[in-house]
């Protein structure tokens, strides 16, 4: 139960797009397409901001989307707001368990 | 409103037990998989344990396997986490997170209980 690859850091000016990567393997990303990101500010609970890959829960903004292609996961982030600044986490399901797995995490910083 | 509140969390000696509790409320809950999820101080996220619905499945992750065991009961709205041998590795924040679609996609989530495991 490994933990999936992320960017330890990704940073934007406001307006602009960013993309965070989410990497493991076809255990896990590559193999089922249940794929979640989670937005967490400091201090709080995690947010459910995409989740089955792309799919977006009610509520989230349609800034962000989810992709997948073969055993790496993206979320892009448009027009980059103060707000978006977080630590964001990706998670896989994973035949290994079977359980779930999260990504180390991303820390996004608006410029 | 969907609402996951947990309690049962402190400080305990390594070698101790503690035992979690989350009430839920707001939602049909015998319907949903619930979660443990926790958070070390300073660290990421690390998915804990799930169990079904109905109680008929549940699976943890490997470093909790034989000392962690997931209950529920659905009559009480009430899924806990009966915490044995712990280690100080396992000091963080606990959170129970209901899964919107059986597939990680977890929606709501506790405010979270603090399990400090320390002599």
């Known amino acids: 139960q490994s933990a999936l690859t992320q960017p330890a850091s990704v940073s934007g000016s406001p307006g602009q797009s960013i993309t965070i990567s989410c990497t493991g393997t076809s255990s896990d990303v590559g193999g089922y397409n249940y794929v979640s990101w989670f937005q967490q500010h400091p201090g709080k609970a995690p947010k459910l901001m995409i989740y089955d890959v792309t799919n977006r829960p009610s509520g989230v903004s349609n800034r962000f989307s989810g992709s997948k292609s073969g055993n790496t996961a993206s979320l892009t982030i448009s027009g980059l707001q103060a707000e978006d600044e977080a630590d964001y986490y990706c998670s896989s399901y994973t035949s290994s368990g079977p359980s779930y797995v999260f990504g180390a995490g991303t820390k996004v910083t608006v410029l | 409103e969907v609402q996951l509140v947990e309690s049962g969390g402190g400080l305990v000696q390594p070698g101790g037990s503690l035992r979690l509790s989350c009430a839920a409320s707001g939602f049909t809950f015998s319907n949903y998989w619930m979660s443990w999820v926790r958070q070390a101080p300073g660290k990421g996220l690390e998915w804990v344990a799930n169990?079904?619905?109905?109680?008929?499945?549940?699976y943890y992750v490997d470093s909790v396997k034989g000392r962690f065991t997931i209950s529920r009961d659905n009559a009480k709205n009430s899924v806990y986490l009966q915490m044995n041998s712990l280690r100080a590795e396992d000091t963080a924040v606990y959170y129970c997170a209901r899964d919107l679609a059986a597939t990680g996609s977890y929606d709501n989530w506790g405010q979270g209980t603090l399990v400090t495991v320390s002599s």
């Open positions: 169990m079904k619905g109905d109680g008929s499945a549940k």
